[in-house]
């Protein structure tokens, strides 16, 4: 049996987090979403500028990385509400355990409390070698 998450913390108008009965209520991501309508796939976006100009830090790449994945979702006509899913690679798994803190604040900024399916995963690099993070996003669209 599944039950979604406030509306506050995770809906949007055709999408809505599941939760196991009985199992904890995740913090900052969804074990599951439930979605109808037009899927929107991100390519994997890093943390730099329209010019291709990569943020300083850690931190200030994940907060350009995540204002990227809006843009490209709002520019496919969606909401960041509509993404249900968010894989992130870092190459520096231990710098995002020690950044959580700050983390919150720029994923609120670029997300509010929408926290859909995520996983993270470390890697040894990325393409682009400036980059410390790449994420791809799942959206899907009212239809």
Do not use: C
């Amino acid at each position: 049996m599944t039950s979604g998450m406030p509306p506050s913390d995770s809906a949007s108008r055709h999408a809505r987090a599941v939760l196991p009965e009985g199992w904890p209520q995740p913090r900052g991501y969804a074990n599951g979403m439930v979605a109808e309508g037009k899927v929107l796939v991100t390519g994997g976006l890093v943390g730099w500028d329209a010019k291709g100009v990569f943020a300083k830090g850690f931190v200030a790449q994940i907060g350009q990385t995540l204002a990227n994945i809006k843009a490209v979702v709002e520019a496919g006509g969606g909401k960041v509400e509509d993404i249900v899913r968010l894989t992130w690679y870092v190459t520096d798994i231990a710098a995002y355990r020690n950044s959580l803190a700050e983390l919150g604040p720029v994923y609120r900024a670029n997300f509010g409390r929408h926290f859909p399916a995520m996983a993270v995963i470390s890697v040894p690099a990325l393409v682009e070698p400036e980059a410390m993070v790449e994420i791809e996003a799942t959206a899907v669209l009212p239809s």
